[in-house]
């Protein structure tokens, strides 16, 4: 699956297309997001940013394909993510914690192992290679000691920390996070973030959604978005003129 | 809007103002009418009243004929006919009793006359069995009573009532006569009398019967137990019984069910109709009289002629875990409530991740309406109630995708719209012969070999189809986002698991009953969900709870004399109750 995406980029296609899109969620209201165009690239650690409801989670779902737009086009590696369900495999989703249904009968384990479902016999059985997955993605996550808690019982930190675990188990092509940082302590965002950079330098792409972000210094491009693009360049470039000097930090 | 949410609406608006309209018209006519008004509760004293009455006053029953007392819904028009009428007389038990004090609140108690009051003070009749008008000689010993109430509110006419009640005393003791005589064509040792409730009890004392059972013994309930079902099957057994009657009030009931299941597995007849409160114009019994006389003529031919029995038990054991499994009826009723249980907790188990569990109550009732609908229709009750079900299952998860009402609020917006279009109709034709309360409990003891074959096959088929997409399922209750970006048809698994809730609800309601069937989807996952902390666990868990409280229910309801689905649901929430006790005490820990 990897190779078949190395090809498409080798042949200097980029991973992901926006190309006017534009997307409504009801007939009478104003577009969330309108005419967005930009290309993303494997390797890359791309910032999405901008307001709140300024079009950031719109623009995420579109790429999965969770939301069909009224124009333009979005190809991921390709193809159609709306029509083409195999595609969405390739990516990595990690949507908001508050999107997770805690209050159910599951393990931080468990819902690591979610990611391998695809690949899940039985009920909820696991194969030994997909029990070596969990573990090694639990590991570097630093939740060893936390594997059989309850989500109900761990920390919003510990939480998100568990979702990016999810998604390094499905051995995507790329990541699209979610607000990813929103409301965590700095040992985990930190934790988060090293391994980020590390999935990026494998060849991975990272798409982060924040509003707010501490360390910038991985950031390759950011695309500032609210409702239209605002802006879109190197970090030092961008941020500084839209007059977001929050944004910079360290 | 959409025709799923104005289909209700509709019918609601088309349903209400027919009575409202038919009780002005009532009120408007009786104003001018001549004449002594009496209205009584049921149709056999109607019969009896007019006869002392005559031509000075018009006594009406509430109740029609045909139509059992315990599916009676009150409407505008008859509350206005007990509120207009000169005297209201009721006997004063069950369901009948309840009518009585409706009326004596909105008369403010005058002219309202309850007759089990002298019947008790005389000897005549109890609460526990107030059929004394079965005994034509006890109806003779209250004439005197009934004369003096009508000649309380209209004294010129006491010398006629007296004329009235003088000539019908001398028709009761001809008719008495007549009993006696016809009776004597029964073979002595086959006047032996096996009924729903006990109807016949006065007939019998009379007339030299005995009474060798009935299924429930006090008026007015409807829970069979396994002990009483089975001690029935004994003691028809035992007493060489060949026949068992069916009470015409009871033609459409579960209790008829449970008398049919046990006679089959006696390998004897079952009888219809012995009229007890009810008349039938229809076939012929217009009258008291022409009611007993059917009656005796039905108990004549039917014991004189019937077969000895080819009924026997599956084995011989009084060893206690085996004892309440010697019929294969218990064997059927203990086999469709572990499954429709089992079937129930594991379709629950994801209804209760998804926030869902109250859904289990409002498609019971949708598929209640369903079942309403297809009896006047003439439909079949599964497909009628499955087809409301369905309807509901859809409609709440259109409304709620459509508006920003939470799940909670669309659910019961829909639950009491489907349990008002069942009371609705129901009141608008006067009752019916099915009692909403006996399909509310049906019962593990009148499961019938079809009943159980297709409880088989539809729990298991549940049970397999949920097991098969259970992991899926899973993902998509605990992070539908997540499922739909990993490529899940998140919409296909909605709808399964709304068609599962569905199929699985109104499975189990025809077997095991309503409150069971809600129950079973909730409380053993509630238990579940407390005592696990893996997925597989949870179900395990909820499944195992289901089953084990099923079993128990049986052992509870053969022993303790006790309804077995509401035992069940009772072992099911002690556990809970332990489970949440245990909760508490690990965190004060």
């Given at each position: 699956m990897?190779?078949?995406?190395?090809?498409a980029?080798?042949?200097?296609?980029?991973?992901?297309?926006?190309?006017?899109v534009t997307?409504?969620?009801?007939p009478?209201?104003p577009?969330?997001v309108?005419?967005?165009?930009f290309?993303?690239g494997?390797?890359e650690?791309?910032?999405?940013?901008g307001?709140?409801?300024?079009?950031?989670?719109?623009?995420?779902?579109?790429?999965i394909?969770?939301?069909?737009?009224?124009s333009g086009?979005?190809?991921?590696?390709g193809?159609?993510?709306?029509?083409?369900?195999g595609?969405?495999r390739?990516?990595g989703?990690?949507?908001?914690i508050s999107?997770l249904n805690i209050?159910a009968?599951?393990?931080l384990?468990d819902l690591?192992?979610?990611?391998?479902?695809?690949?899940l016999?039985g009920?909820?059985?696991l194969?030994?290679?997909?029990e070596?997955?969990?573990e090694?993605?639990v590991?570097?996550v630093g939740l060893?000691?936390k594997?059989?808690?309850?989500?109900s019982e761990?920390?919003?930190?510990?939480l998100?920390?568990?979702?990016?675990a999810?998604?390094f188990?499905q051995?995507?092509v790329?990541y699209f996070l979610?607000e990813p940082?929103e409301?965590?302590?700095?040992?985990s965002?930190?934790?988060i973030?090293?391994?980020?950079v590390?999935?990026?330098r494998?060849?991975?792409?990272?798409?982060i959604?924040?509003?707010?972000m501490?360390?910038?210094g991985?950031?390759?491009?950011?695309i500032?978005?609210?409702r239209?693009?605002?802006a879109?360049?190197r970090?030092e470039?961008?941020?500084?003129?839209l007059?977001v000097?929050?944004?910079?930090g360290? | 809007?959409d025709?799923r949410?104005?289909l209700?609406?509709?019918?609601l608006?088309?349903a209400?103002?027919f009575?409202a309209l038919?009780?002005?018209?009532?009120r408007?006519s009786s104003?001018?009418?001549e004449?002594?008004?009496?209205?009584v509760?049921i149709p056999v004293?109607?019969?009896?009243?007019?006869r002392?009455?005559g031509?000075?006053?018009?006594?009406?029953s509430l109740v029609e004929?045909?139509?059992?007392?315990?599916?009676y819904e009150l409407t505008p028009r008859?509350?206005?006919r007990i509120?207009?009428?000169?005297?209201?007389?009721?006997v004063g038990?069950?369901?009948?009793?309840?009518?009585g004090?409706y009326?004596r609140?909105?008369r403010?108690g005058?002219?309202?006359?309850r007759?089990l009051?002298?019947?008790?003070e005389?000897?005549?009749?109890?609460?526990d069995n107030?059929?004394?008008?079965?005994d034509p000689l006890r109806?003779?010993?209250v004439?005197?009573?009934l004369v003096?109430?009508?000649s309380?509110v209209?004294p010129q006419?006491r010398g006629?009532?007296?004329?009235?009640?003088a000539e019908?005393?001398?028709?009761?003791m001809?008719?008495d006569?007549?009993i006696?005589?016809r009776?004597e064509?029964?073979p002595e040792d086959?006047?032996l009398?096996?009924?729903v409730r006990?109807?016949?009890r006065y007939?019998?004392?009379?007339?030299?019967?005995e009474v060798v059972?009935y299924?429930?013994?006090?008026?007015?309930t409807?829970?069979p137990t396994?002990?009483s079902?089975?001690g029935l099957?004994?003691?028809?057994?035992?007493r060489?019984?060949?026949?068992?009657f069916?009470e015409?009030?009871?033609?459409?009931?579960?209790?008829?069910?449970?008398?049919?299941?046990?006679?089959e597995e006696?390998g004897?007849?079952?009888?219809?109709f012995?009229?007890i409160e009810?008349l039938?114009?229809?076939?012929g019994?217009?009258t008291?009289e022409?009611m007993?006389r059917?009656n005796?003529?039905?108990?004549?031919?039917?014991?004189s002629?019937?077969?000895a029995?080819g009924g026997?038990?599956?084995?011989?054991?009084?060893?206690?875990?085996l004892?309440p499994f010697?019929?294969?009826f218990?064997v059927?009723g203990?086999l469709?409530?572990?499954?429709a249980?089992a079937a129930c907790?594991?379709?629950?188990?994801f209804a209760?991740?998804?926030g869902w569990?109250?859904?289990g109550d409002a498609l019971?009732h949708?598929?209640?309406a369903?079942l309403?609908v297809?009896?006047?229709?003439?439909?079949s009750y599964?497909?009628?109630a499955?087809?409301?079900g369905?309807?509901?299952?859809l409609?709440?998860s259109?409304v709620e995708?459509r508006t920003?009402?939470?799940?909670?609020v669309?659910i019961?917006v829909?639950?009491?719209?489907?349990?008002?279009?069942?009371?609705?109709l129901?009141?608008?034709s006067?009752?019916?012969?099915?009692?909403?309360e006996?399909v509310?409990?049906?019962?593990v003891?009148a499961v019938?070999?079809e009943?159980?074959a297709?409880?088989?096959v539809?729990s298991l088929?549940?049970?397999?189809?949920?097991?098969?997409i259970?992991?899926h399922l899973?993902?998509y209750?605990?992070?539908?986002?997540?499922?739909a970006a990993?490529g899940?048809r998140?919409?296909l698994?909605?709808?399964?698991?709304l068609?599962?809730?569905?199929l699985t609800?109104?499975t189990?309601f025809f077997?095991i009953?309503y409150?069971p069937?809600?129950?079973?989807m909730?409380v053993?996952?509630?238990?579940a969900?407390i005592?696990?902390?893996?997925?597989?666990?949870?179900?395990?868990?909820?499944?195992?709870?289901?089953?084990?409280s099923?079993?128990a229910?049986?052992?509870?309801s053969y022993?303790?004399d006790?309804?077995?689905?509401?035992?069940?649901?009772?072992?099911?929430a002690?556990?809970f109750?332990l489970?949440?006790?245990a909760?508490?005490?690990l965190?004060?820990?």
């Open positions: 990897l190779g078949e995406a190395k090809l980029v080798a042949s200097g296609e980029p991973a992901c297309v926006m190309d006017g997307v409504r969620y009801s009478g209201l577009p969330a309108e005419g967005v165009s290309r993303l494997l390797g650690m791309v910032l999405l940013a307001p709140n409801g300024g079009g950031k989670s719109t623009i995420l779902k579109a790429l394909g969770l939301v069909r737009p009224e086009r979005v190809l991921v590696l193809r159609d993510p709306v029509r083409d369900v595609v969405r390739l990516i989703y990690v949507p908001q999107e209050h009968p599951l393990t384990w690591v192992s979610m990611g391998r479902r695809p690949r016999g009920l909820f059985r194969s030994r290679e997909d070596e997955a969990v090694e993605a590991r570097l060893s000691d594997a059989f808690l309850k989500l761990l920390s919003g930190g510990m998100a920390r568990a979702l990016i999810r998604a188990v051995d995507p790329m979610d940082f409301s965590i302590d700095a040992q965002e930190s934790i973030m090293e391994l980020l590390r999935e990026k494998r060849g991975k792409l990272v798409l959604a924040e509003h707010h501490g360390d910038l991985a950031v390759d491009r950011v500032y978005v609210n239209r693009i605002i879109q360049g970090p470039e961008v941020l500084p003129r007059g000097p929050g944004m910079v360290g | 809007m025709w949410i104005l209700p609406l509709l019918l608006a088309l209400v103002p009575p038919a009780g002005y018209e009532a408007a104003g001018g009418g004449g002594l008004q009496v209205v509760t004293l109607a019969d009896i009243v007019s002392i009455a031509e000075r006053a018009h006594v009406e004929p045909g139509i059992s007392v315990a599916t008859d509350s206005a509120e207009e009428a000169d005297l209201f007389i009721y038990y069950g369901s009948e009793e309840v009518l004090e009326a609140s909105i403010e005058a002219g309202v006359v007759l009051d002298v019947l008790e005389r000897g005549l009749a109890t609460e107030p059929y004394f008008w079965v109806i003779v010993e004439l005197d009573y003096g109430v009508l309380e209209d006419g006629y009532y007296e004329a009235n009640a019908l005393s001398k028709a009761l001809e008719l006569e007549w006696r005589e009776v064509a029964i086959q006047r009398l096996v009924t006990d109807t016949m007939y019998a004392e009379r007339y030299g019967f059972g299924v429930v013994a006090r008026p007015g409807y829970e396994a002990k079902v089975t099957l004994d003691a028809i057994l035992e060489g019984v060949r026949v068992a069916i015409y009030e009871e033609a459409g009931t579960t209790l008829r069910e449970v008398i049919e299941i046990i006679s006696a004897i007849e079952t009888v219809g012995l009229y009810s039938a114009p229809q076939l019994v217009s008291y022409e007993m059917a005796t003529e039905l108990l004549v031919e039917s014991l002629l019937a077969e029995s026997r038990r599956l084995y011989e054991s009084s060893f206690f875990l004892e010697r019929y294969d218990m059927r203990t469709a409530l572990i499954l249980m907790s594991l379709v629950g188990a209760v991740i998804r569990a109250i859904f019971a949708g598929a209640l369903g309403v297809a009896y006047f229709i003439g439909a599964y497909l009628g499955l087809a409301a369905l309807f509901v299952a409609s709440v259109s995708r920003r009402l939470r799940a909670d669309v019961a829909t639950f009491v719209t489907m349990l008002s279009i069942s009371i609705v129901l009141s608008r006067g009752g019916a012969t099915i009692s909403i006996d509310l409990f049906a019962d003891t019938s070999p009943m159980m297709r409880t088989a539809l088929a549940v049970i397999a189809f949920t097991l098969a259970g992991r899973l993902v209750v605990v992070d539908p986002t997540i499922a990993m899940v998140t919409g698994l909605h709808y399964s698991l068609g599962l809730l569905a609800i109104v189990a077997a009953g409150v069937t809600i129950a079973a909730m053993p996952p509630a238990a969900f005592l696990s902390r893996r997925p597989t666990e949870f179900i395990l868990k909820s499944v195992s709870i289901a089953i084990g099923a079993i229910g049986v052992y509870a022993y303790l006790v309804n077995a689905g509401a035992s069940a649901i009772l072992f099911s002690g556990i109750a489970a949440v006790a909760k508490k005490s965190n004060a820990r």
